[in-house]
Structures are given as C-alpha cells and as structure tokens.
C-alpha cells in the first residue's frame, strides 16, 4: 500500500531535487528553449504579455522564457520570477543581468504561497510547473489574488498519457525497476497530473477565472539521438531521478537501458522525435 500523500514532504524533496539538478537543467536550456518555443510564444500571447506590463512568472526555473518576457514589456514593464527552488533561481537571475535586463526580479517562493501583493501584476504565467503543485488550485488562487481586475493568467501542463508516451515511458518503467506498482498518472504533483480532460478547466473556475479556455498543442521534442534526450532526462530535475535514484547502480544502470531502448521508437531519417501534447489554460480575472 502506498503510504499517504505528504504535501508538505513532498515539496521540501522537489525542492532538494532542483538545488541539486539545477546546472544540469540550465546547461540544456537551449534545448528546452527550441522544444517549447512556439508554446512559449503562444502563452505569453494568451497571458496578454505586452508592453508595460507588470508580469509575475511562477515556477520559473532557470528563466528562458523570463527573458523573453522581459524582452515583451520593455523597460517601461517588469517581471517577477517566482521558484521553489532558490538556487535554480539564481540561473534566472544571471540570465538576465547578462542579458542587461533590468526590469527583473527574483523571489524564492512556493507556488502555493506566493508573498506577493493582491491586485498588482497585470498577467501571469507558469510555464510546466503548476503540475507539480500538490495542490494546483491553492496556485492557481494565488495567480488570481496577485492579478489586477483585467488581468490573464496562463499555464502550461501535459495533456494526456497517451498524447505524452516519452513520459509516460519513463514512469512506469521507473516505477517497475524500483519495484513500485503503477503510479495513477494524475495523482498530484506528477509529471501528467493535470492532463485529465477537463481537469485544469474546473481548477481555473474553481480559483475564480472567468472566460477560461483551454488550446491542445503539439510540443514534439526534436534532438540529434535518443542519447541526447536521455542526457536531458538523467541531469536535469526529472522526476524520474527521484524514483531510481533508491537503486544500487546495477538496477539503475538496467533501468536506463530499458527506457532508451523503448523510447527508441521514436528515431527517424532525421534524429530522434518524441512526442508531446500540452495544454495551454487562461482564465481572466474580472
């Protein structure tokens, strides 16, 4: 039997996990960046993100796409990146005092508790973050509180197992390696939690969002060889890590060579495709 579900041990292990793993995801940045480029764009252009704004980004991690927020709302405009993780934070905060941005600003924060003011930011976004929340609707009510009458949020989370076999991949056979039965996949603070049709929706209401709606897009993660996808997964925050890392070497090093070998599927003529789908959710508040 699965032992109950401890948010609040849960956040303090993410947290861990992402001070430990935040270089390796930060060094793969660009390669984040291509894979949710045209995501990245349509959220902002969904949050209204324009010129002036004042933006609050959750979950923000190393900050690619706090950048090009920064780069949408000019000087006349800020931004706030928020993460539980204070040392990935920092990557963000380096990104943009080279990058000359002198309109951001950093808080370590949990997403659930955002210490911010009500009423200030005209949008905010987070982008795959709120999936990890245990409690995405306690999030979603701080993006409303710290939004001003008008303003938009929008997240971005997986859709649906079968539309996201990678992970789906690495989970079950994370999970079967490490002896563990099957994981539901929308049991809170995992990878596709928030994917069950209709789910995120009833969040955004739930938080009191009006006018929210939901786009499906195609995400597919484009790399030279499923090698490289694999470097991604073992050194970034995935996770996965958390599951095999409980094995000796020998079961972790089989575990890895079970998920290349069925995530090579995916190689084509060109290099190596998985397949992704998220979901982009707004909700305005009035």
């Given at each position: 039997m699965n032992a109950p579900f401890d948010p609040n041990a849960f956040k303090t292990a993410t947290r861990q996990l992402w001070d430990k793993h935040a270089k390796g995801w930060n060094d793969h940045s660009e390669q984040v960046r291509a894979w949710l480029r045209e995501a990245t764009d349509a959220?902002?252009?969904m949050a209204e993100v324009e010129p002036g704004?004042?933006?609050l980004?959750?979950?923000?991690?190393?900050?690619?796409?706090?950048?090009?927020?920064?780069q949408r709302v000019g000087a006349a405009g800020a931004v706030l990146a928020?993460?539980?993780s204070p040392t990935i934070l920092d990557f963000a905060k380096d990104r943009a005092r080279r990058a000359g941005c002198g309109n951001v600003e950093t808080a370590p924060a949990d997403g659930e508790n955002l210490n911010v003011g009500e009423s200030v930011f005209d949008a905010a976004?987070?982008?795959?973050?709120?999936?990890?929340?245990?409690?995405p609707g306690k999030g979603l009510r701080e993006m409303y509180r710290a939004l001003k009458p008008g303003g938009r949020a929008c997240t971005m989370v997986f859709s649906t197992p079968d539309k996201n076999p990678c992970v789906s991949i690495l989970v079950s056979t994370a999970f079967k390696h490490a002896g563990l039965p099957p994981r539901d996949p929308?049991?809170?603070?995992?990878?596709?939690s928030l994917g069950k049709p209709g789910l995120i929706d009833e969040l955004f209401l739930q938080a009191g969002f009006s006018r929210v709606a939901t786009t499906k897009l195609a995400a597919?993660?484009?790399l030279p060889s499923v090698q490289e996808y694999l470097d991604f997964i073992r050194n970034s925050a995935s996770p996965i890590l958390q599951i095999l890392d409980r094995l000796d070497v020998p079961a972790k090093e089989a575990a890895w060579a079970e998920i290349e070998t069925k995530l090579s599927a995916f190689n084509t003529a060109d290099g190596w495709e998985g397949p992704n789908e998220i979901l982009l959710t707004m909700g305005l508040r009035i």
């Amino acid at each position: 039997m699965n032992a109950p579900f401890d948010p609040n041990a849960f956040k303090t292990a993410t947290r861990q996990l992402w001070d430990k793993h935040a270089k390796g995801w930060n060094d793969h940045s660009e390669q984040v960046r291509a894979w949710l480029r045209e995501a990245t764009d349509a959220m902002l252009a969904m949050a209204e993100v324009e010129p002036g704004a004042r933006v609050l980004d959750v979950a923000a991690g190393a900050g690619d796409q706090t950048l090009d927020i920064a780069q949408r709302v000019g000087a006349a405009g800020a931004v706030l990146a928020t993460d539980l993780s204070p040392t990935i934070l920092d990557f963000a905060k380096d990104r943009a005092r080279r990058a000359g941005c002198g309109n951001v600003e950093t808080a370590p924060a949990d997403g659930e508790n955002l210490n911010v003011g009500e009423s200030v930011f005209d949008a905010a976004v987070c982008r795959l973050g709120l999936m990890f929340f245990p409690d995405p609707g306690k999030g979603l009510r701080e993006m409303y509180r710290a939004l001003k009458p008008g303003g938009r949020a929008c997240t971005m989370v997986f859709s649906t197992p079968d539309k996201n076999p990678c992970v789906s991949i690495l989970v079950s056979t994370a999970f079967k390696h490490a002896g563990l039965p099957p994981r539901d996949p929308y049991q809170p603070g995992g990878l596709l939690s928030l994917g069950k049709p209709g789910l995120i929706d009833e969040l955004f209401l739930q938080a009191g969002f009006s006018r929210v709606a939901t786009t499906k897009l195609a995400a597919p993660f484009r790399l030279p060889s499923v090698q490289e996808y694999l470097d991604f997964i073992r050194n970034s925050a995935s996770p996965i890590l958390q599951i095999l890392d409980r094995l000796d070497v020998p079961a972790k090093e089989a575990a890895w060579a079970e998920i290349e070998t069925k995530l090579s599927a995916f190689n084509t003529a060109d290099g190596w495709e998985g397949p992704n789908e998220i979901l982009l959710t707004m909700g305005l508040r009035i």
